[in-house]
Nanobody, 118 residues
């Protein structure tokens, strides 16, 4: 099992910045993908950004140029620096880890609320 603890959500004005952090603990594989998804009310959960242990990233078009994902493999922690926030970025942000292996296993954090006021 893997536990994910998120922090850093909150309320910010449009144009502002927030930094989310997510620390993983437990049975963490050497090869994994960590990142963030988000879910706004009435919408499906969607990818925000992910980053693998090897360094490859996947970032949603809607946040490219505004959000930056990084990770510290030694600390099993992933970060999401969010800048130029827009009201449409308001959502619950969920930390995610996908453990490469057979079977491929995924775990989710509890979620952290990000609210952007206009």
């Amino acid at each position: 099992q893997v536990q994910l603890v998120e922090s850093g959500g909150g309320l910010v004005q449009a144009g502002g910045s927030l930094r989310l952090s997510c620390a993983a603990s437990g049975s963490i594989s050497n090869s994994n993908i960590m990142g963030w998804y988000r879910q706004a009310p009435g919408r499906q959960r969607e990818l925000v950004a992910t980053k693998s242990t090897s360094g490859s990233s996947n970032v949603a078009d809607s946040v490219k140029g505004r959000f930056t994902i990084s990770r510290d493999n030694a600390k099993n922690t992933v970060y999401l620096q969010m800048s130029s926030l827009k009201p449409e970025d308001k959502a619950v942000y969920y930390c995610y880890i996908g453990q490469l292996g057979n079977p491929y296993m995924t775990f989710w954090g509890q979620g952290t609320q990000v609210t952007v006021s206009s």
